[in-house]
């Protein structure tokens, strides 16, 4: 006969307690392990979120080990490596950077902001316009500033590099071409940055 055969007392076990495995004493349903014996009488919640780390951190192992096996590979028509790199980009740039004065640039701003950071925010564009200052933001990088129909209003364009030997051609009144990246608008102002001298 077993201990815990032994040891059962003669009244009903209520709804919050059960009896331990091991020793058969009555132990709330809350409890994590029998004060008397220690036996772990459920799971703890830490544990529980552990396992299911473990286990979403091996699915994610076997997912990226599945994609890289299946990835298609490359036909025999395609070339293996691009003969000149920086050609090829040169090109590319070319055929799908647009071109835009500073004039119209701030028009799109003034008309239609939304059209315009659809049309310019985050992608490359070469401005070209008349400077009408050049000088150093907060951060000390240089800024260029192109005239607009508005003689309080400029296309701000922050230069990439302090060091390029074509910043000592920029001054006061003569015409520019940047090509840069479109930032939005700060107070109405366009505003372009990795700016390099064309």
Same mark, same amino acid.
């Given at each position: 006969m077993s201990v815990a055969a032994v040891r059962?007392?003669?009244?009903?076990?209520r709804v919050q307690q059960r009896r331990c495995g091991k020793c058969g004493k009555l132990?709330? !349903?809350? +409890?994590? +392990? &029998? @004060? %008397? &014996?220690?036996?772990?009488? %459920?799971? !703890?919640? %830490?544990m529980m979120l552990l396992f299911a780390a473990g286990v979403l951190i091996v699915g994610m192992f076997a997912v990226a080990i599945l994609s890289g096996t299946a990835a298609p590979a490359r036909s025999a028509e395609t070339p293996a490596v691009i003969a000149s790199p920086v050609a090829a980009a040169a090109g590319f740039m070319k055929a799908q950077t647009p071109e835009v004065t500073?004039?119209?640039?701030?028009? +799109?701003y003034s008309r239609d902001r939304v059209a315009a950071e659809r049309?310019? @925010?985050? !992608?490359?564009?070469?401005? #070209?316009?008349?400077?009408?200052?050049? /000088?150093?933001?907060?951060?000390? /990088?240089?800024?260029?500033?192109?005239? #607009?129909?508005?003689?309080?209003e400029t296309v701000n364009a922050k230069l990439a590099t302090r060091t390029d030997p074509a910043l000592t051609g920029l001054t006061k009144g003569r015409s520019v071409s940047l090509l840069c990246v479109g930032h939005g608008a700060l107070m109405g102002a366009p505003v372009l940055a990795s700016c390099f001298v064309r």
């Open positions: 059962q007392p003669p009244y009903p076990v132990v709330s !349903r809350s +409890a994590y +392990a &029998c @004060r %008397r &014996c220690g036996k772990a009488q %459920r799971l !703890r919640p %830490r500073a004039e119209d640039l701030w028009s +799109a049309a310019y @925010r985050d !992608r490359s564009v070469v401005v #070209t316009g008349t400077i009408r200052a050049v /000088d150093r933001n907060f951060e000390g /990088d240089m800024v260029v500033r192109l005239s #607009t129909p508005d003689p309080l």
